[in-house]
């Protein structure tokens, strides 16, 4: 581990000078909640839209964080990004909504009419350029400059199926910063996902204790225990500490007791897919339990280790095979799975998660609305084949916190990080005291933060920032600062 650079020591409150302890201000503090509006939001990379969200030229839709907006738009020439304020007098041009629970996300097609001033009518085309002045002879001739008048572009680049925004034109690019887990996503078709439903919800923590929550799996056993107790042995073994040599066919198999048979091990394998399908849909989408479901067991060797491995590999490849055969762009399972695996949560600093299993993904965005408020948004992804996509999902169902209809996973995870927020500010808790084994992403990401808003060169950011990818439930490493 390298030492602090004093750089970040001098000039960041709350820094994290001992990375296995993470202050415990840093999740309430309003002025380091202000640091990081004024020093990192404006410099990172974000997820704007799903670019299914806005499949013709002219759709388009606001994207609301850290006190500003910025409009993502498909056009022509394909998709641009404007700062959403009249060159006149500053109103919004389209949208301008609050993000919280009471307004949905604003869209819409400027294609025949173009983005329209409601305040003096003033009027763009969807590249931006100013189509109409009302009383042109009013202005001097330097106001009414292109130059002048024009929306001002904001930064935006497309990948994996969404549209990123960044309000640094100097900040390396979307690719350069998140590094080589966007070749990883894009082997297993990402680009293809598309939303089947999304809730959304304000949760009253800080946004960084709402991520973490999902930053490792450590936190199962408890949190959820009916993956657990269905698979113990797998959790176990992941967390618990290994003794003797029988770890490998007792983690394969999650059985215990002696003379668990080939068909107990395929059960609770099934039983596990049933219940993260049913507490999160699109990480293990109900199609694909259902192909697994309908495996012949015959051509299994009797020895359970051996059995479940071999089983894994022909659920892969018959929903590779069946729903290619149905048409969806599924890329071949086993395949990427060697060439190019990925962790069970994968994570695109600041804000974005997605988790895999087979062929569809679940996937997280999260936005500050003050230091103890998070907009939280949870994504089902899944394929489908080409013609018969669904109707795009353009804003979230807007659920309580703790409504009992959000599916169960994410009710669990919900029930812990109000009350977490409450007791960080226990008198004598100074500090969070991570696993350097296991919760080192809580580490890493907040170092990174810290590299933000001490001002630390952009290049620099963007090489530690590769290495938060594919880091789930792994190791405090060395950032470079």
């Not at 009249?86 to 949905?104: E, I, K, L, N, Q």
């Amino acid at each position: 581990m390298s030492n602090i650079d004093p750089a970040i020591t001098e000039r960041v409150p709350l820094a994290i000078t001992d990375p296995e302890r993470i202050p415990a201000k840093r999740y309430f503090d309003e002025e380091f909640y202000k640091l990081e509006q004024e020093r990192l939001w404006p410099h990172v990379w974000q997820m704007a839209a799903r670019l299914e969200q806005i499949p013709e030229p002219g759709d388009w839709i606001e994207y609301n964080n850290a006190g500003y907006s910025v409009i993502v738009v498909r056009t022509n020439d394909g998709v641009k990004a404007f700062h959403n304020a009249c060159r006149h007098r500053g109103v919004p041009f389209a949208g301008g909504m609050t993000v919280d629970s009471s307004h949905p996300t604003a869209h819409g097609n400027c294609k025949k009419s173009g983005f329209v001033c409601p305040f003096h009518g003033w009027r763009w085309n969807m590249d931006g350029e100013n189509t109409f002045v009302y009383g042109k002879h009013l202005f001097s001739e330097r106001q009414l400059d292109p130059d002048e008048i024009n929306l001002v572009p904001c930064r935006v680049e497309t990948a994996i199926g969404c549209a990123w925004i960044n309000l640094d034109d100097d900040a390396p690019s979307f690719r350069d910063t998140i590094g080589p887990l966007i070749g990883r996503l894009e082997a297993h078709g990402v680009d293809h996902l598309r939303a089947e439903w999304c809730f959304g919800t304000v949760l009253p923590a800080n946004w960084k204790t709402a991520m973490e929550a999902f930053m490792e799996g450590y936190h199962v056993t408890q949190t959820h225990p009916q993956l657990h107790d269905c698979l113990p042995a797998m959790y176990d073994g992941l967390y618990e500490e290994k003794s003797g040599s029988s770890s490998t066919a007792d983690t394969l198999t999650s059985m215990d007791n002696t003379g668990v048979t080939v068909k107990d091990a395929i059960d609770a394998q099934l039983r596990h897919f049933d219940l993260i399908s049913e507490g999160m849909a699109g990480q293990l989408h109900a199609k694909e339990v259902e192909i697994a479901r309908n495996i012949p067991l015959d051509a299994l060797p009797d020895n359970p280790a051996e059995a479940v491995p071999m089983w894994f590999g022909m659920v892969m490849a018959e929903v590779t095979s069946q729903l290619q055969q149905r048409g969806e762009p599924v890329p071949n399972l086993l395949e990427v799975n060697v060439s190019d695996p990925l962790q069970g949560v994968e994570y695109v600093f600041p804000h974005f998660f997605l988790l895999p299993f087979f062929s569809s993904f679940a996937s997280y965005r999260v936005r500050p609305l003050g230091p103890e408020h998070t907009l939280f948004e949870i994504y089902s992804l899944t394929m489908h084949p080409e013609g018969v996509e669904p109707e795009p999902v353009m804003e979230p169902t807007m659920l309580p916190f703790d409504s009992k209809e959000f599916p169960p996973i994410p009710r669990q995870d919900y029930s812990n990080i109000p009350i977490q927020q409450k007791a960080l500010h226990a008198k004598g808790f100074e500090y969070m005291r991570l696993a350097h084994g296991v919760e080192g992403l809580v580490s890493n990401y907040q170092r990174v933060i810290d590299g933000y808003i001490a001002g630390l060169p952009t290049e620099q950011l963007a090489e530690a920032t590769t290495h938060l990818g594919g880091n789930f439930d792994g190791e405090i490493k060395d950032l470079g600062f």
